[in-house]
């Protein structure tokens, strides 16, 4: 089992920037790419970036240039993904996830609870 936990939301001014955590612990010997995923009031569930423990990372579209996706394997029970948020939108408001799978699972197997990101303009 793995349990996924994010950190580091809050309310930022446009323009802003911020960096989220997550810290997934437990079985991750079983995990070899972690993501963010946002989810805006009335819409659905979008990737933002994910990252493969070879250091392969993809963005959506809205996200490149302005974010950041990394990881740090403390050891072989923890691993911290963070994402750095930079020229933060008022569009960036939304929940933000943190999820992990195996590279071969279609679907994200393990998710963290959220954490809020709002973003005034």
């Known amino acids: 089992q793995v349990h996924v936990v994010e950190s580091g939301g809050d309310l930022v001014q446009a323009g802003g920037s911020l960096r989220l955590s997550c810290a997934a612990s437990?079985?991750?010997?079983?995990?070899?790419?972690m993501g963010w995923y946002r989810q805006a009031p009335g819409k659905q569930r979008e990737l933002v970036a994910s990252i493969t423990s070879g250091g392969s990372t993809h963005y959506a579209d809205s996200a490149k240039g302005r974010f950041t996706i990394s990881t740090i394997s403390v050891d072989n029970a923890k691993n911290t993904v963070y994402l750095q948020m930079n020229s933060l939108k008022p569009e960036d408001t939304a929940v933000y996830y943190c999820?992990?799978?195996?590279?071969?699972?279609?679907?994200?197997?393990?998710w963290g609870q959220g954490t809020q990101v709002t973003v005034s303009s």
């Open positions: 437990g079985s991750i010997f079983s995990i070899n790419v």
């Open positions: 999820a992990a799978k195996r590279i071969t699972r279609p679907v994200y197997d393990y």
